[in-house]
């Protein structure tokens, strides 16, 4: 009995990785307009705050998995959680934008070393197959949970003012958690076994993340500056990087080296299809999340901690369809996640019409809560869809993909979608709304048609 004790008592401890991780990518959402005006920043800076933030997460994903494999996956959760604490402490006591994009950054480098930590400890520690199903689940349930903790703190906070100022508070809410998160993991968790065969490919990280700032920083900050040269440039340069990286990594597995990405994986049209689905849900979902908090705030005049608050019926009715949808698709498959998309599309285009001022509270939150519904019975099922076609010995290099590919398209959505609906602000902020919704449908209407390149829902279930 005192095995089983310990070995949910380790995952509690390991869940704080993916529950801080993904509190700090919504907990901005709301704070927005707050956290500009306490740095002085412009529109561009604070898409980077979040943007910056998915880039350094994105880029070291797969680094940070086979860095628990090589050092021991307790001391790199160990290390990481204390980088992601300290990182923290430096967003919250920033000055200026760049300061705090910088901190960002980092903090989201730290999170990318701690949170692969987290799945690899789920599939050490419960080998049974009902005990992990139950793991995972709980693992769901955490990153659902805390999206709406994120924005519902980010609200109470934002319009706190107490010794400090109050986005502040955002930043060093994670001290606390991340003491206690270090001294239960040095006392409870216990170290796995190390593969010290395990090598970085260096280069590839390096090729990855210029490759990836080549493509986010320039659509931010270039629309902001009115495209300039070096904007032009860095996007033209993209291409070079892309097409180097892949010859670097084919290069490497002919010669039986370690890459950084398997591309054979690429050779299975299904899990490309699956990934072009996350690509454009996942700039959907977490642009959707910024537009909705900044234009209830300066388009509808609604308080941060109202706004905050806004967020929780959906987080809860997202965490039940999420419930139903892993049920469902079982006997639907892929049909499950095509209600999902065909209510969100529903949604965002009664909020395009519907969310004007003077509309009343119920409104908003009705149709709010109906895209968390809707929401819940895609983003949760897209792991599934996306990696169900891909051989067991390929597993962990897909998921390692799909997480890489998942942060990319956030940070994605938060530039181009974002940028759009900042670029219109100048015209007001309903014909900011609008426009940049319009980009959100187009995703929503992207999503269905790769859902339905798919196939059916025998593929799915024959997969549970």
Not at 43 to 61: K, N, P, R, S, T
Not at 144 to 164: E, F, K, N, R
Request: hydrophobic content about 50%.
């Amino acid at each position: 009995m005192k095995e089983v004790t310990n070995k949910w008592l380790e995952l509690v401890i390991v869940l704080a990785a993916p529950l801080l991780s993904v509190i700090d990518v919504f907990i901005i959402n709301v704070a927005i307009p707050t956290i500009k005006k306490g740095v002085h920043g412009t529109d561009a800076e604070m898409q980077l705050v979040i943007a910056g933030y998915l880039l350094g997460y994105a880029a070291f994903l797969i680094t940070g998995g086979r860095a628990g494999d090589h050092f021991g996956r307790k001391k790199v959760f160990f290390w990481g959680m204390f980088a992601f604490t300290v990182a923290s402490c430096l967003c919250g006591l920033s000055n200026s934008a760049l300061q705090l994009n910088v901190t960002r950054f980092f903090q989201g480098l730290s999170a990318s070393f701690m949170v692969p930590q987290t799945i690899a400890f789920i599939q050490v520690l419960f080998t049974d197959t009902k005990e992990r199903a139950k793991a995972f689940g709980l693992y769901g349930i955490t990153l659902g949970t805390a999206a709406a903790i994120g924005q519902i703190l980010g609200g109470y906070l934002s319009d706190t003012h107490w010794v400090i100022e109050g986005w502040r508070l955002i930043f060093f809410i994670n001290l606390p958690i991340g003491i206690i998160t270090l001294w239960a993991t040095h006392k409870y968790v216990t170290e796995t076994q190390k593969h010290q065969n395990t090598k970085f490919d260096y280069i590839g990280i390096l090729i990855l993340t210029l490759a990836l700032f080549s493509l986010i920083y320039p659509l931010i900050q270039g629309r902001e500056a009115g495209w300039p040269l070096w904007s032009m440039g860095l996007i033209v340069s993209l291409g070079c990087l892309f097409v180097f990286f892949i010859y670097n990594q084919k290069n490497k597995l002919s010669r039986n080296e370690n890459p950084l990405i398997d591309v054979r994986l690429f050779q299975i049209k299904d899990f490309n299809i699956g990934l072009v689905a996350v690509l454009f849900h996942f700039m959907l979902h977490t642009a959707y999340l910024l537009l909705s908090a900044v234009y209830l705030q300066n388009g509808l005049g609604v308080s941060a901690l109202d706004c905050g608050l806004y967020f929780i019926a959906p987080g809860i009715l997202f965490i039940a369809s999420s419930v139903i949808a892993s049920r469902m698709i079982i006997i639907f498959g892929k049909q499950v996640l095509q209600f999902g998309v065909t209510i969100l599309a529903l949604v965002f285009y009664l909020q395009m019409e519907l969310w004007k001022p003077g509309i009343s509270t119920g409104l908003i939150i009705g149709l709010m809560a109906l895209w968390g519904f809707g929401n819940g019975l895609v983003l949760p099922s897209l792991l599934n869809i996306a990696l169900k076609n891909v051989p067991q010995q390929y597993a962990g290099a897909a998921a390692g993909i799909y997480s890489t590919f998942q942060q990319t398209a956030s940070a994605l959505g938060v530039s181009i979608i974002g940028g759009v609906f900042f670029y219109f602000s100048k015209n007001g902020w309903q014909a900011a709304y609008q426009a940049g919704i319009i980009g959100i449908l187009t995703c929503v209407v992207l999503v269905g048609i790769m859902l339905y390149l798919l196939p059916g829902k025998k593929a799915v279930s024959g997969d549970q």
